[in-house]
């Protein structure tokens, strides 16, 4: 049977490069967008290379949106073999943390923490379903409070308060959920992974700028996740990046 994989934020960036990687190794790749539209012609482009590729609408911060693709998920298929929380922005814009509006960290925890949360939620008891499944937090070395305080690191001087708070929390959320995985033999693996610094649109960015500032592609920030959701072994509770485990 083929593994049946939800990744959100797929419609571009590095989602669409997960989307395209796992879609060539034959797994049924259901590609989350939160505009149906986008979702739908990112998904035509792969089904195009002879991938299985479903669009599904999925706007990871509207409880509706949960619930419904939920629904459809446990109609169509009653299980899922791999989610991936790819799905993140930042609205930060530099702000230093003694003015940063709350609004701002608000909706920052809003994407990156508690839809994370809520969709997870909802769709362990799918993931419960297949025999190991796999969720992968797409998080950020931003959120290391280690790389935050040594003065050696590319995010010492980063200011972010709400994207970094928001990514540490998710950070936890792998800890606590891949914790209580394991205490109870629940064969679901929780790991969050760091793609470096990428060259796509996140944050409203400008990718060849961020190319020409050295900057990934978005095919080499996508590889430490694709080979985490095609890889056997039953790590969990980790943070990794491309070189290898990721300070805390
Ligand atoms: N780029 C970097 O340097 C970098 C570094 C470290 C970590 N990351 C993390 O890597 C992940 C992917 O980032 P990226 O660089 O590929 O970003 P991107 O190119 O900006 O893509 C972000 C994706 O998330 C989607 N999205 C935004 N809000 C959403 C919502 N409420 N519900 C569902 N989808 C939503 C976007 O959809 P629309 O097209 O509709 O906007 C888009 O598909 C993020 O979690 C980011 O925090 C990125």
């Not at 929380?85 to 809003?110: K, Q």
């Not at 914790?179 to 610094?197: H, R, Y």
């Amino acid at each position: 049977m083929q593994t049946l994989t939800l990744i959100t934020g797929a419609n571009r960036g590095m989602g669409f490069e997960i989307a395209k990687a796992l879609g060539a190794h034959g797994q049924h790749i259901l590609l989350g967008a939160r505009n149906l539209d986008k979702g739908e012609a990112a998904a035509a482009q792969l089904r195009a290379t002879g991938a299985t590729v479903d669009a599904i609408q999925l706007d990871v911060t509207d409880p509706e949106s949960v619930e419904a693709v939920t629904t459809k998920l446990t109609a169509d298929y009653g299980q899922l073999d791999i989610l991936i929380n790819n799905a993140g922005a930042t609205h930060d814009a530099h702000r230093a943390p003694s003015i940063l509006p709350l609004n701002v960290i608000r909706d920052d925890f809003e994407l990156n923490y508690f839809g994370v949360v809520n969709l997870t939620q909802h769709l362990i008891p799918l993931l419960k379903q297949a025999p190991h499944a796999k969720i992968i937090n797409v998080t950020s070395m931003m959120g290391s409070l280690s790389q935050s305080l040594n003065p050696e690191a590319e995010t010492f001087r980063a200011s972010a308060l709400g994207y970094q708070s928001s990514k540490a929390a998710t950070n936890m959320f792998t800890i606590q959920l891949a914790k209580e995985f394991k205490n109870n033999a629940i064969p679901i693996t929780v790991n969050s992974v760091d793609p470096g610094v990428v060259a796509t649109g996140f944050g409203g960015g400008d990718p060849e700028a961020a190319k020409a500032r050295g900057a990934k592609t978005p095919e080499m920030g996508a590889s430490r996740t694709i080979e985490l959701a095609l890889s056997d072994d039953d790590v969990t509770a980790t943070f990794s990046n491309d070189h290898g485990p990721v300070g805390w």
